[in-house]
C-alpha cells in the first residue's frame, strides 16, 4: 500500500469535494493547451502574424494572473466559492463554442482574456479549498489536483490534432541572426548532428487550406460541460442551491458536526490564529494584513523566492506547450504539421504520468528532494535538447522527459512553501500568482526571441530560465534554514517563559502561606 489507512480515510471524509475540485482541474488543463498546437490554423484564422497571435497567450495569461489574484475573495464561504467555481467552468465551454467565430486576432485575444480570469478563479479556489481542507496531508492530494491539469491538456492537443491543416500560413518564424548561424554551424560539425542533419521541409508556395479546427473546438466544449454539472450537483448534496428545499443534514455533517463540537474551543483558536497570519484569502488581503508586521526576513523571503522558482519553471511549462508546435514545424526541425502536433500531446501526457507519479512519490519522499531531483532534471534535459537540435527523435524523447521533470514542481513546491510556513502565510495565493505570470511573461517573451532571432532561441530559453530557476531554489534553501532556526528560537523563549511562570506562582504561593502563618 503506498497510502495509510489514515490518508485512505480523510479522502473517503471529503470524497466528493475533492473529486470535484479535481475535475475543474480537468477544465483548467482543456484550456491552457489547446493553443500551443493550433496557434497556426488561428494565426490564418485571423489572418494575423506570430508575433501578433503571442498577444492571444499574453491576454489569457494576464487575464488568469488577474483571476488568480482575486480568486481568494470567492472562499469566504462555500456558496461564494463553489458558484465561482461553476459560472467559471460554464464560461470555458462557452468559450471554446465561440473560437471559431472570432476572425480578428483583437475578438480572439478578448475570448482567451475571460477564458483566463477563469482558470485564474478555478487555480485559486481549487487549491485553496484543497489545503484547507487537508493541510499538512494536502501534498498528496495537491499532486493528484495537478494530475487533472496534465489529463485536460493531454485531451486538448489530441482532440485538435486531426483537424491541423498541413501546410498552415506559410512562414511562421524569422530569419536567424548571425550568431545563431553560427552556433547552429559549430554544433553541425559535431557526429551526431551529421548523422541527424538532413531534414525533410516543407513544401513552399503549398496551396491553403481550409482549416476544420472549428470542429475541435465545439467538441472540447461538450466534453467540458459535465464539469460545470458536477459543480452544480455538489452544490445540490450541500443545500446550497436557493431554490431547493434544505433538509436533514447528512450522515456525514452530522459525524463532522459531532468532531467539531468535540475539538471545542481548540478549534477555535486555531482559526483565529490563522485568521491573523493572514490565512489564505486573496493575495491583496494577505499584503494588507497588520499582522506581518514584526516577522522576519526569512518569512517574506520564502513566499518571494517560492514565487520566482514558480515563475520560471511554470514559464517553461507555458513557452514549451505554446512553442514546441512552432519550434518544430520551422528549419532545421522541419517536421510535418500533423507529426509536429503530437508534440503538446507527448509533453501533456509526461505531465499527466509525472503528475500521477508523484503521489506515492510526495508521500514517501521529502518534497525538498523532489523539488531538486526535478530541477536538476529538467536543465540537463533541455541542454540535451539544445545540443541534439537536428534529431527529430530526440526531440519527441526530450519532450517526454522535459514534462516528466517540470510535472510536479508546482505542487511540491505548494505543499513545501506551506509547510515551512505551517500554513500560517499566503503561500497558496503567491505562488499561484506568481507561476500565472510566469506563464503570461515567458510566453511572450519567448515568442519573441522566436520572431527576431529564429526557432533555435526556444531551446536556449529554456536552458536560461531553468538555470535561473535552479539559483533561485537553493537561495529558498537558505532562507528555509534560518525560519527554521527563527522557530526554534522563538519556541525556546516560549517554553522558558512557561518553566518560570510556575515557579513565580510557587514563591508567590510560599510567601502567602508564611504570612498567614505569621498572623
Not at 470535484?20 to 500551443?36: D, E, K
Not at 468532531?259 to 483558536?269: F, H, K, P, S, V
Not at 532571432?453 to 528555509?480: D, K, Q, R, T
Request: net charge negative; glycine share 8%.
Amino acid at each position: 500500500m503506498f497510502l495509510d489507512d489514515r490518508i485512505v480515510t480523510l479522502f473517503k471524509r471529503n470524497a466528493h469535494h475533492t473529486l470535484t475540485y479535481w475535475s475543474v482541474f480537468f477544465s483548467f488543463g482543456l484550456c491552457i493547451a489547446f493553443l500551443g498546437p493550433t496557434i497556426l490554423d488561428l494565426q490564418c484564422q485571423t489572418n494575423s502574424t506570430l508575433s501578433q497571435i503571442t498577444w492571444v497567450f499574453f491576454s489569457q495569461q494576464f487575464c488568469l494572473l488577474i483571476g488568480s489574484s482575486v480568486g481568494g475573495v470567492f472562499k469566504r464561504t462555500l456558496f461564494t466559492a463553489l458558484s465561482a467555481l461553476f459560472v467559471s467552468a460554464l464560461v470555458i465551454s462557452v468559450i471554446f463554442a465561440i473560437i471559431p467565430f472570432c476572425n480578428n486576432v483583437l475578438v480572439l485575444a478578448i475570448a482567451m482574456a475571460v477564458s483566463g480570469l477563469a482558470m485564474g478563479v478555478i487555480d485559486t479556489i481549487a487549491n485553496i479549498q484543497l489545503v484547507t481542507i487537508y493541510q499538512k496531508d494536502s501534498a498528496v492530494f495537491l499532486q493528484a489536483l495537478h494530475f487533472f491539469i496534465g489529463f485536460g491538456a493531454l485531451v486538448s492537443p489530441l482532440i485538435a490534432d486531426p483537424f491541423l491543416s498541413e501546410h498552415g500560413c506559410g512562414n511562421h518564424t524569422g530569419n536567424a541572426t548571425e550568431i545563431m548561424h553560427h552556433f547552429r554551424n559549430m554544433l553541425s560539425n559535431s557526429p551526431i548532428a551529421e548523422h541527424n542533419i538532413t531534414q525533410s521541409h516543407l513544401p513552399h508556395g503549398a496551396e491553403e487550406e481550409e482549416s476544420s479546427v472549428h470542429y475541435a473546438f465545439w467538441i472540447m466544449a461538450l466534453i467540458n460541460l459535465p464539469v460545470p454539472l458536477a459543480v452544480l450537483f455538489l452544490m445540490y448534496r450541500e443545500q446550497l442551491i436557493p431554490c431547493c428545499p434544505s433538509g436533514t443534514p447528512r450522515l456525514l455533517d452530522k459525524d463532522e458536526l459531532a468532531m467539531e463540537n468535540q475539538q471545542g474551543a481548540e478549534g477555535t483558536e486555531v482559526e483565529q490564529e490563522a485568521q491573523e497570519a493572514g490565512g489564505h484569502g486573496d493575495i491583496f488581503s494577505c499584503c494588507q494584513n497588520d499582522n506581518l508586521h514584526g516577522l522576519p526576513v526569512s518569512f517574506f523571503m520564502i513566499h518571494i523566492l517560492g514565487g520566482m522558482v514558480l515563475f520560471m519553471t511554470d514559464g517553461i511549462v507555458g513557452a514549451y506547450a505554446g512553442f514546441v508546435y512552432t519550434y518544430a514545424v520551422a528549419p532545421p526541425m522541419s517536421l510535418p504539421h500533423k507529426t509536429a502536433g503530437y508534440l503538446a500531446s507527448i509533453f501533456w501526457a509526461a505531465i499527466t504520468a509525472g503528475r500521477l507519479l508523484s503521489i506515492p512519490l510526495s508521500y514517501r519522499f521529502p518534497v525538498m528532494r523532489l523539488l531538486m531531483f526535478n530541477l536538476v532534471g529538467a536543465i540537463i534535459t533541455v541542454i540535451l535538447l539544445l545540443i541534439f537540435y537536428t534529431s527529430s527523435t530526440f526531440l519527441f524523447v526530450g519532450t517526454c522527459l522535459c514534462g516528466l521533470f517540470l510535472s510536479s514542481i508546482f505542487p511540491c513546491m505548494l505543499a513545501y512553501t506551506e509547510d515551512i510556513l505551517d500554513y500560517q502565510g499566503c503561500a497558496t495565493s503567491v505562488l499561484v500568482t506568481s507561476a500565472g505570470m510566469g506563464e503570461m511573461v515567458m510566453q511572450v517573451l519567448v515568442g519573441s526571441i522566436i520572431q527576431t532571432e529564429g526557432s533555435y532561441s526556444f531551446l536556449m530559453c529554456g536552458v536560461i530560465i531553468a538555470c535561473l530557476g535552479l539559483i533561485v531554489f537553493i537561495g529558498l534553501l537558505f532562507f528555509h534554514r534560518m525560519h527554521r532556526n527563527y522557530l526554534t528560537g522563538t519556541k525556546k523563549k516560549s517554553a522558558m517563559v512557561e518553566e518560570e511562570t510556575p515557579q513565580t506562582n510557587g514563591s508567590s504561593k510560599t510567601e502567602t502561606t508564611d504570612e498567614m502563618q505569621e498572623s
